[in-house]
């Protein structure tokens, strides 16, 4: 990981001065851990690590769940580019309330997923999640309270969705008879984009497992479109009426 963390942070430096999803103070050298960095943000620009549509619901959900961003400073996450928990974050919580997409995002890799069922609040992604229950047993701090994110043992995102038969899969989450709870972390991106299931079992392939956003954006079209075409055909002509 080091020459692949090396380059990334060669990668990021660029990026941050061309991409136009930085404003013009988030191209400035920003400080981390007490030194000048080329590839961190501004501590003031700290919130432009996140992609732009989860910038005001991202640190809202933490803000509520009283979850710890990594290295992060006055409610705001990292300012280093190359930071896991922003990476992870910034993947994962565009789909947090679109099942739908998340369906076919995982079902390349869970190939049995019915449906994505809510796994807190209204959403349908959770991070940093420790489950209801201290099923570690680990020591919890004099207030009594756990935490997510810091000193406790957290998945990075978690989610739960219904099987196509009852059986149950055992997962590092916990689970029901009729639906399944698995968390998951993405591996530092690299050229085959693995995925690593927390469990028994990693997957790895020399091709992507995940669908591309394209993929996706064309899947989901297409079955909009057979949702409101009569003949059920995305292709279909059918104008719904009796006219030629």
């Not at 997962?171 to 299931?197: D, G, I, Q, V, Y």
């Not at 669908?211 to 719904?240: E, M, V």
């Amino acid at each position: 990981m080091g020459k692949f963390l090396e380059a990334e942070k060669v990668h990021q430096a660029a990026s941050k001065s061309e991409s136009p999803l930085f404003s013009q103070a988030a191209r400035a050298t920003g400080a981390y851990r007490g030194k000048p960095r080329p590839f961190c943000l501004p501590l003031e620009q700290a919130e432009e690590n996140l992609f732009p549509e989860i910038r005001q619901a991202a640190p809202d959900y933490f803000a509520a769940n009283k979850i710890k961003w990594h290295d992060g400073q006055d409610g705001k996450p990292s300012n280093h580019l190359c930071d896991s928990q922003v990476c992870c974050v910034n993947f994962l919580f565009p789909f947090a309330h679109k099942p739908a997409a998340l369906a076919l995002l995982l079902r390349p890799i869970f190939h049995d997923l019915r449906r994505m069922l809510v796994i807190e609040g209204n959403q349908y992604v959770a991070f940093e999640w420790i489950g209801k229950e201290n099923y570690l047993g680990e020591k919890i701090s004099r207030n009594g309270q756990r935490t997510r994110g810091a000193n406790f043992t957290s998945a990075d995102a978690a989610v739960l969705f219904e099987r196509k038969n009852s059986r149950l899969r055992r997962s590092s989450t916990s689970h029901s008879t009729s639906s399944c709870a698995s968390s998951f972390w993405l591996t530092k991106w690299n050229e085959r984009a693995n995925w690593m299931p927390k469990s028994s079992v990693c997957f790895t392939s020399r091709r992507p497992a995940i669908p591309t956003f394209t993929k996706l954006h064309r899947q989901l079209s297409s079955r909009s479109a057979k949702r409101q075409s009569p003949c059920g055909r995305a292709s279909c002509n059918h104008r719904g009426d009796s006219s030629a």
